[in-house]
Nanobody, 127 residues
Framework: QVQLVESGGGLVQAGESLRLSCAASGRTFNKYRMGWFRQVPGKEREFVAAISRLGRSTYYADSVKGRFTISRDNTKNTVYLQMNSLKPEDTAVYSC????????????????????WGRGTQVTVSS
């Protein structure tokens, strides 16, 4: 129902920052719960952060609390993930996901509860 395109990934050194963006197509962007997930080869997709439809509530994995900030600008149909104090263990492909909550809500942190996914953007943090 919605197309998502991530950008902003790259190669940085530990301690540096990156800001990821997720641009969504279509109208009524504010009906979608948005989340960021990450995945490394051989491991299950991991929840990173999520934000409610109007941006009034945010949720974070313990591993990124205090370092990452999720935000959204519904006038631009865009969700952001500001990543500060990056660590080598943050290295992963980061994907944006959307959940249309019109008929169901599910969990903010459970990947199967999301409807649409972007292709992902690579974040590599060197030590």
């Amino acid at each position: 129902q919605v197309q998502l395109v991530e950008s902003g990934g790259g190669l940085v050194q530990a301690g540096e920052s990156l800001r990821l963006s997720c641009a969504a197509s279509g109208r009524t962007f504010n009906k979608y719960r948005m989340g960021w997930f990450r995945q490394v080869p051989g491991k299950e997709r991991e929840f990173v952060a999520a934000i409610s439809r109007l941006g009034r509530s945010t949720y974070y994995a313990d591993s990124v609390k205090g370092r990452f900030t999720i935000s959204r600008d519904n006038t631009k149909n865009t969700v952001y993930l500001q990543m500060n104090s990056l660590k080598p263990e943050d290295t992963a492909v980061y994907s944006c996901a959307a959940k249309d909550t019109t008929y169901s809500s599910g969990s903010y942190s459970n990947p199967p509860d999301y409807d649409s996914w972007g292709r992902g953007t690579q974040v590599t943090v060197s030590s």
